[in-house]
């Protein structure tokens, strides 16, 4: 499992600053889709250098495993690199999704 963790933490860092991905984006560009409950758990052990805060559920949804106020930590994360969030607390997917697929194609 070891081994699939580096690689979750190496895209991961690949995230630019003000933008997200979900765990199922992460398990899909690493070749299985089936995997995101992994990624959450690669996420819970990451290093310091990971940037975890932009990660997100596939609904834009944010997680409580943040200290040490949950999915507020995780909001404020997320705002002092100017993600857009929806009104319902989500983080705007349709505006800050990254999709390196996209960005390669350019």
């Known amino acids: 499992m070891n081994g699939m963790f580096a690689q979750v933490w190496a895209l991961v860092r690949q995230v630019p600053p003000g933008r997200v991905t979900t765990y199922g984006d992460v398990a899909r560009l690493l070749g299985n889709p089936r995997l995101s409950r992994a990624v959450g758990y690669a996420m819970h052990d990451a290093p310091g250098d990971v940037p975890c805060h ?33 009104m319902n607390g989500n983080v705007d997917l349709a505006a800050c999704r990254w999709e390196p697929e996209m960005e390669r194609l350019g």
């Open 54 to 86: 932009r990660v997100v559920n596939r609904e834009g949804g944010l997680s409580d495993a943040f200290q040490p106020m949950g999915k507020e930590t995780h909001r404020i994360l997320l705002e002092m690199e100017d993600v857009p969030f929806l």
